[in-house]
Nanobody
Framework: QVQLVESGGGLVQAGGSLRLSCAAS????????MGWFRQAPGKEREFVAS????????YYADSVKGRVTISRDNAKNTGYLQMNSLKPEDTAVYYC??????????????????WGQGTQVTVSS
C-alpha cells in the first residue's frame, strides 16, 4: 500500500521559515519524480515545486522561486520543501505527490499518481 505522509506544517509569522517533509512507503521512492502542490481556501490546488528522481533537476512556480527549495533523500524515502521568507499568501494546505515518470518535472496535477493527505501551513501577518 502506497503512503505519502506530509509533516512539518504549522503556524509561522510572515518572514519566517518552515521545512515540510514527505515520507513515502509502499514503493521505491527513488524511481519517482516528486512534486509539491498547495491549496488555499476557496482556491484551486496549484503547483509549487518538483524534482526529478535523482534530485539533480528542480522546477519552481514563479510565486515561490527564490524562497523555496525542494530536495529529496532517496536513502530515507523522504522529500522536503524548505520555505523561507514566508508570506500570508503562502497560507494553504501543502501536498506532496509522486510521478511514476522519474524524469518528470510536471506542474500539472494530472501527471501525478500518488498524493499525500496534506499539511496545513498558516502564515500570520
Amino acid at each position: 500500500q502506497v503512503q505519502l505522509v506530509e509533516s512539518g506544517g504549522g503556524l509561522v509569522q510572515a518572514g519566517g521559515s518552515l521545512r515540510l517533509s514527505c515520507a513515502a512507503s509502499g514503493l521505491t521512492f527513488s524511481r519517482y519524480a516528486m512534486g509539491w502542490f498547495r491549496q488555499a481556501p476557496g482556491k484551486e490546488r496549484e503547483f509549487v515545486a518538483s524534482i526529478r528522481w535523482t534530485g539533480g533537476s528542480t522546477y519552481y512556480a514563479d510565486s515561490v522561486k527564490g524562497r523555496v527549495t525542494i530536495s529529496r533523500d532517496n536513502a530515507k524515502n523522504t522529500g522536503y520543501l524548505q520555505m523561507n521568507s514566508l508570506k500570508p499568501e503562502d497560507t494553504a494546505v501543502y501536498y506532496c505527490a509522486l510521478d511514476r515518470r522519474p524524469w518528470g518535472q510536471s506542474g500539472f496535477m494530472d501527471d501525478y499518481d500518488y498524493w499525500g493527505q496534506g499539511t496545513q501551513v498558516t502564515v500570520s501577518s
